[in-house]
């Protein structure tokens, strides 16, 4: 007969076996829920990246029938394109103000459907283009305008420049200095202006010699300072002194004047034709400020005209002395033509 103590030891085994057999059991549960988690993360994975390819294959048939029906090419009732194993199909059906355009990407029994109505219109035209002034356009490094340009000076460009549009440029071939008063240099006498309201505005009187359009002025001036920007106009006179009938005008901006004499050039926004034998006015008009002002080079060396101080649109006064001239230089010719092409 067993004795007590097998007995014991035959107990213990039995509840060991037990308790080995339910840790088998949990583990194999255990396992089996990590597995098909794993496995279901797989396959969502899997169905997200076949939806993915089937939205892009339908947007880009949808896009390529789209796209035929703007530039006028073939697009027949349905439209098949295959993009990384999905097949995009588009079908095309009249509407009564255009066409509607359903696609459909399908892979692995999975489909994405997009859909557009395209309609006709009258559309809207713009048209661009640069406005130069008689200073021109220069092009370099490779730049361009898409578009056209109006230009009242040269326009110039290397080799790599373009222009889609149309190149309307002006003539300068003739341009030359008419009327000039520039020396000595450096000049014996100066003229200053706008420092105070009685001076606030420089104006030197001339008569060209020929009948041609304006083309620009230079002007020998310095700033004390940092003046605002002129306004030069050309007038008529007006009993010897400038009047208010101006022909053109143009602008001096005062970052291009230097502390220390300087040519400076004026271009303006027309081309009028001077008439010889007729007596103008260059003004030089601006605001007027103790610290801020202007000098220009003087003589009295000019014989067809006279410089004066004062203020546009009121009175004029003599310089001191009386019988100075600003230094200018004045240039004619260069009306504007057209010289259109590709």
């Not at 279901?40 to 939806?51: A, L, P, Q």
């Not at 390529?64 to 993009?83: E, H, N, P």
């Not at 008569?207 to 300072?225: Q, W």
């Amino acid at each position: 007969m067993e004795s007590q103590k097998e007995k014991m030891n035959g107990q213990k085994g039995q509840a060991l076996l037990a308790g080995l057999l339910l840790f088998a059991a949990g583990t194999s549960v255990l396992l089996s829920g990590l597995g098909y988690a794993q496995t279901k993360d797989v396959g969502d994975v899997r169905i997200s990246s076949i939806s993915k390819q089937n939205f892009f294959s339908s947007e880009s048939a949808l896009e390529d029938g789209v796209y035929r029906l703007k530039t006028s090419k073939t697009l027949g009732a349905t439209d098949q394109l295959a993009i990384a194993g999905s097949q995009g199909t588009a079908s095309v059906t009249s509407t009564s103000d255009g066409k509607q355009i359903t696609s459909t990407g399908t892979n692995d029994n999975y489909e994405r459907n997009t859909s557009v109505a395209v309609s006709s219109g009258q559309g809207i035209s713009f048209n661009y283009g640069i406005q130069a002034g008689t200073g021109g356009l220069s092009l370099s490094g490779s730049s361009g305008v898409n578009g056209s340009v109006y230009s009242n000076g040269p326009i110039t460009s290397d080799w790599s420049d373009y222009i889609t549009g149309t190149a309307v440029a002006a003539n300068t071939v003739t341009v030359t200095s008419n009327q000039s008063n520039t020396t000595p240099v450096p000049p014996p006498r100066s003229i200053s202006f706008g420092a105070t309201s009685a001076s606030q505005d420089f104006a030197q009187g001339f008569v060209p010699s020929a009948t041609s359009a304006l083309t620009k002025v230079s002007l020998y001036i310095e700033k004390i300072g940092l003046p605002s920007d002129l306004t030069v106009r050309i007038v008529a006179d007006n009993g010897g002194s400038p009047g208010t009938t101006q022909l053109t005008s143009g602008l001096l901006s005062g970052s291009t004047v230097k502390a220390g004499y300087g040519w400076v050039d004026v271009f303006f926004s027309s081309n009028p034709t001077l008439t010889a034998g007729t007596t103008y006015w260059i003004v030089l008009d601006g605001t007027n400020s103790s610290s801020n002002y202007y000098t220009i080079g003087a003589n009295t060396n000019y014989p067809s005209g006279i410089a004066k101080i004062g203020q546009y649109g009121g009175s004029w006064n003599s310089t001191m002395p009386s019988n100075l001239n600003g230094y200018f230089n004045l240039y004619l010719g260069g009306a504007p033509i057209s010289i259109t092409g590709p």
